[in-house]
Nanobody, 115 residues
Framework: QVQLVESGGGLVQPGGSLRISCAASGRIFSMSTMGWHRQAPGKQRELVATITSGGSTNYVDSVKGRFTISRDNAKNTVYLQMNSLKPEDTGVYYC?????????WGQGTQVTVSS
């Protein structure tokens, strides 16, 4: 079993920065892919960014150049550095880990961008 625990969400003004983290525990294998998804009120959950164990990254177009995903394999932790935040970045951010085609999810952390 795998457990994911997010931290670091909060309220930030437009143009500000925030870093959220996700620590994974349990049976984690080296070939796992980790990532972040978000869900805004009234909208479907969408992929934000992913990172493989080898460090290859992928971003949704709306966050390219503003968000950076990274991971510490030794700590089984993934981070999302969010800069130049916009009100449309508001939502619940969920950590995801995929291994052997099985998805695991965290409980989510709220990010609110508002003045």
């Amino acid at each position: 079993q795998v457990q994911l625990v997010e931290s670091g969400g909060g309220l930030v003004q437009p143009g500000g920065s925030l870093r959220i983290s996700c620590a994974a525990s349990g049976r984690i294998f080296s070939m796992s892919t980790m990532g972040w998804h978000r869900q805004a009120p009234g909208k479907q959950r969408e992929l934000v960014a992913t990172i493989t164990s080898g460090g290859s990254t992928n971003y949704v177009d709306s966050v390219k150049g503003r968000f950076t995903i990274s991971r510490d394999n030794a700590k089984n932790t993934v981070y999302l550095q969010m800069n130049s935040l916009k009100p449309e970045d508001t939502g619940v951010y969920y950590c995801n880990l995929r291994q052997f085609r099985i998805d695991y999810w965290g409980q989510g952390t709220q990010v609110t961008v508002s003045s």
